[in-house]
């Protein structure tokens, strides 16, 4: 199985039209007809696309009532929508907020008995005032994460501002430090955080994780929300993360990994690529390497994808692995350079293996990212089709295995290098 990671440009904190919502004035909606709803749903997808953004979290106060809307929406026009909503806790001195967010199989019926149960608006905690204003839950935020189900987890928006988890003027003391380091709070997002701020502030030594009272800055994620109230703001703010499939495991996995697998739309390391899209790949890299012809320890063609990053063979002894690292190594590299008893072996075994095999491999040349293909056989060496002639391959490739790194380490177990 060939499982293929890749970077998704998200939005986690986004509202609707339930709540204080800026509607754009060139169409008048009546969003008491489901007809208006899904027209102006689609609206708002077409928009996010056009953003790039391809998932959203909603985050709408106190309220499910566009989930379902927002849910359907999204999988007509290829937007991943996960379920959500924001709450402001009954601790502090004006709340914290905070974005609950359940897997894309959620309902808007799921949030509103959420919403009546581990987020504390049972009686007599409303949800809205009699102006509609969304009012406070009767739980704390630590209350709140410590009943919340294992399939939901709380993002912290704005951390550093109004109503922020880690804001001065809205949580202190046991409450924050609590909040902040409870292992169900996936991420936060404190602002824009420049490493290059020298300024000694409670607020810069948090973004730049220079806090030794908190140990939890070493490891939480921070993400980059819009926070939109209108069609122009959504994904004015984003985060590109690193998932597989899109689902609240791969983002909680996601955020468990965080300087590997989040990059915000402030982090410099997106600066080394031209477009600020960490998708594209600029370095060199093998596409797939095919084994054809007669192979000596198989009946039958075998062909690996490979992946521009990390990849990883696994299988038990005889699956393989061994002849995959021959094929690269026939290709791009032969055995030449390998320690004399490595070198022995590896000939011996494509003398067994694959002396009347055929190997393709598909390469792509760095920046260019121009596609070449490398053949191999026994007979004529590895050749590389450039613009219709087959010429030596020069795409060189370090292969290494571990007899010969061990190979290389055992000669002289004083040697350094």
Same mark, same amino acid.
């Given at each position: 199985?060939?499982?293929?990671?890749?970077?998704? /440009?998200?939005?986690?904190?986004?509202?609707?039209?339930?709540?204080? *919502?800026?509607?754009?004035?060139?169409?008048?909606?009546?969003?008491?007809?489901?007809?208006?709803?899904?027209?102006?749903?689609?609206?708002?997808?077409?928009?996010? /696309?056009?953003?790039?953004?391809?998932?959203?979290?909603?985050?709408?106060?106190?309220?499910?009532?566009?989930?379902?809307?927002?849910?359907?929406?999204?999988?007509?026009?290829?937007?991943?929508?996960?379920? @959500?909503?924001?709450? $402001?806790?009954?601790?502090?001195?004006?709340?914290?907020h905070a974005v609950v967010?359940?897997?894309?199989?959620?309902?808007?019926?799921?949030?509103?008995?959420?919403?009546?149960?581990?987020?504390? *608006?049972?009686?007599? =905690?409303?949800?809205?005032?009699?102006?509609?204003?969304?009012?406070?839950?009767? /739980?704390?935020?630590?209350?709140?994460?410590?009943?919340?189900?294992?399939?939901? !987890?709380?993002?912290?928006? =704005?951390?550093?501002?109004?109503?922020?988890?880690?804001?001065?003027?809205?949580?202190?003391?046991?409450?924050?430090?609590?909040?902040?380091? =409870?292992?169900?709070? @996936?991420?936060i997002d404190p602002g824009?955080?420049?490493?290059?701020?020298?300024?000694?502030?409670?607020? &810069?030594?948090?973004?730049?994780?220079? !806090?030794? =009272?908190?140990?939890?800055?070493?490891?939480?994620?921070?993400?980059?929300?819009s926070d939109a109230y209108? !069609?122009?703001?959504? @994904?004015?703010?984003?985060?590109?993360?690193?998932?597989?499939?899109?689902?609240?495991?791969?983002?909680?996995?996601?955020?468990?990994?965080?300087?590997?697998?989040?990059?915000?739309?402030?982090?410099?390391?997106?600066?080394?690529?031209?477009?600020?899209?960490?998708?594209?790949?600029?370095?060199?890299?093998? +596409?797939?390497?095919?084994?054809?012809?007669?192979?000596?320890?198989?009946?039958?063609?075998?062909?690996?994808?490979?992946?521009?990053?990390?990849?990883?063979?696994?299988?038990?002894?005889?699956?393989?692995?061994?002849?995959?690292?021959?094929?690269?190594?026939?290709?791009? &590299?032969?055995?030449?350079?390998?320690?004399?008893?490595?070198?022995?072996?590896?000939?011996?075994?494509?003398?067994?293996?694959?002396?009347?095999?055929?190997?393709?491999?598909?390469?792509?040349?760095?920046?260019?990212? +121009?596609?070449?293909?490398?053949?191999?056989?026994?007979?004529?060496?590895?050749? $590389?089709?450039?613009?219709? &002639? &087959?010429?030596?391959?020069?795409?060189?490739?370090?292969?290494?295995?571990? /007899?010969?790194?061990?190979?290389?380490?055992?000669?002289?177990?004083?040697?350094?290098?």
């Amino acid at each position: 199985m060939f499982a293929m990671t890749r970077w998704w /440009k998200c939005d986690l904190q986004v509202a609707t039209p339930a709540w204080e *919502f800026r509607l754009p004035g060139d169409v008048a909606y009546d969003f008491t007809r489901p007809n208006d709803r899904s027209a102006f749903a689609d609206r708002y997808m077409t928009q996010l /696309k056009a953003s790039g953004i391809e998932v959203i979290a909603i985050a709408d106060h106190n309220t499910d009532g566009w989930i379902d809307v927002m849910t359907d929406a999204g999988r007509r026009n290829g937007v991943v929508v996960f379920p @959500g909503c924001e709450i $402001t806790t009954g601790s502090g001195a004006d709340g914290i907020h905070a974005v609950v967010v359940g897997d894309v199989t959620k309902t808007g019926r799921d949030f509103d008995l959420l919403l009546a149960g581990p987020l504390g *608006f049972s009686p007599p =905690h409303a949800r809205f005032d009699r102006n509609r204003q969304p009012l406070p839950s009767g /739980k704390t935020l630590v209350q709140i994460l410590n009943g919340l189900p294992d399939d939901y !987890l709380v993002i912290a928006p =704005h951390a550093l501002g109004q109503n922020g988890i880690a804001s001065a003027d809205t949580a202190k003391g046991d409450i924050r430090w609590q909040s902040l380091h =409870h292992p169900r709070l @996936g991420a936060i997002d404190p602002g824009p955080c420049d490493p290059a701020d020298g300024c000694d502030s409670f607020n &810069s030594r948090f973004r730049n994780r220079a !806090l030794d =009272h908190f140990p939890c800055l070493d490891s939480l994620a921070f993400v980059s929300t819009s926070d939109a109230y209108s !069609l122009d703001d959504l @994904g004015r703010r984003f985060t590109w993360i690193r998932m597989e499939d899109v689902t609240l495991e791969a983002l909680r996995q996601a955020f468990l990994d965080r300087d590997a697998r989040i990059r915000c739309d402030w982090d410099p390391r997106l600066i080394d690529y031209p477009s600020r899209d960490p998708n594209e790949i600029r370095h060199a890299w093998i +596409e797939r390497v095919e084994l054809g012809g007669t192979l000596g320890n198989s009946t039958s063609a075998l062909r690996v994808d490979f992946h521009p990053c990390l990849n990883v063979l696994i299988g038990g002894r005889g699956s393989g692995k061994s002849t995959v690292v021959a094929a690269v190594r026939q290709l791009y &590299s032969g055995s030449a350079a390998l320690p004399d008893p490595i070198r022995d072996e590896a000939e011996q075994f494509v003398a067994q293996v694959l002396p009347k095999a055929e190997i393709v491999g598909v390469h792509r040349i760095r920046t260019s990212r +121009e596609q070449q293909v490398a053949t191999w056989t026994n007979q004529t060496g590895s050749l $590389t089709d450039v613009q219709g &002639s &087959s010429v030596p391959t020069t795409y060189r490739v370090r292969v290494v295995n571990q /007899k010969e790194l061990f190979a290389r380490v055992s000669q002289d177990p004083r040697d350094p290098f």
